[in-house]
Antibody, heavy 118, light 107 residues
Framework: EVQLVQSGTQMKKPGESLTISCQVSGYSFIAYWIGWVRQRPGKGLEWMGI????????RYNSAFEGQVTISVDKSINTAYLHWNTLQAADTATYFC???????????WGPGTLVTVSS | DIKMTQSPSSLSASVGDRVTITCQAN??????LNWYQQKPGKAPRLLIY???HLEPGVPSRFSGSGYGRDFTLTISSLEPEDFATYYCQQYDNTPRVTFGGGTQVEI
């Protein structure tokens, strides 16, 4: 069974850094793209970017390029989303999702709530 | 960039109603279109892939159609558990994808 387990809720202050994670199981980690999706409170889904764990090829939504970094650790089947400098506007739930061939997001993590407030 | 426009943004319906949600791309995307359902506090769930294929385990009252720029999600007879928000998503330029703005189906 494909499973994506995300790290827990985070409360941070503006200017702080943060890394959240998505650990997968039940399939070959290196063989499928993993993407990150942002959902601000009460708003829709925004695709942030995606990584291919096999070779760490990363593609970003232009709206997020330079704002976040996506990476993986193949040794522990984990993808990461990192911010150097958080802003209040980063307050959102962040989902990781596995691409199941093509661009179909067939499996999702439960989401990580990130709250940024002074 | 490919942009997806969903309509309506919200609708009110009753149990047993037939509901139709539309999604339009600003350029041709073949059948590279998926539909997701999201309930509050939960991750999205894939309902329809490749515009018209029902994901295993999804009730047959859900159906999708369309090709090119215009797509439709239909719920033939609304059940209480169908009150949720629905999103379309294109993947014509995979692995980059784009979501529509969402349609909230309310009682």
């Amino acid at each position: 069974e494909v499973q994506l387990v995300q790290s827990g809720t985070q409360m941070k202050k503006p200017g702080e850094s943060l890394t959240i994670s998505c650990q997968v199981s039940g399939y070959s980690f290196i063989a499928y793209w993993i993407g990150w999706v942002r959902q601000r409170p009460g708003k829709g889904l925004e695709w942030m970017g995606i990584i291919y764990p096999g070779d760490s090829d990363v593609r970003y939504n232009s709206a997020f390029e330079g704002q976040v970094t996506i990476s993986v650790d193949k040794s522990i089947n984990t993808a990461y989303l990192h911010w150097n400098t958080l802003q209040a506007a980063d307050t959102a739930t962040y989902f990781c999702a596995r691409h199941r061939g093509g661009g179909t997001l067939g499996s999702w993590g439960p989401g990580t709530l990130v709250t940024v407030s002074s | 960039d490919i942009k997806m426009t969903q309509s309506p943004s919200s609708l009110s319906a009753s149990v047993g109603d037939r509901v139709t949600i539309t999604c339009q791309a600003n350029e041709h995307i073949s059948n590279y279109l998926n539909w997701y359902q999201q309930k509050p506090g939960k991750a999205p769930r894939l309902l329809i892939y490749d515009a018209s294929h029902l994901e295993p385990g999804v009730p047959s009252r859900f159906s999708g159609s369309g090709y090119g720029r215009d797509f439709t999600l239909t719920i033939s007879s609304l059940e209480p558990e169908d009150f949720a928000t629905y999103y379309c998503q294109q993947y014509d330029n995979t692995p980059r994808v784009t979501f529509g703005g969402g349609t909230q189906v309310e009682i």
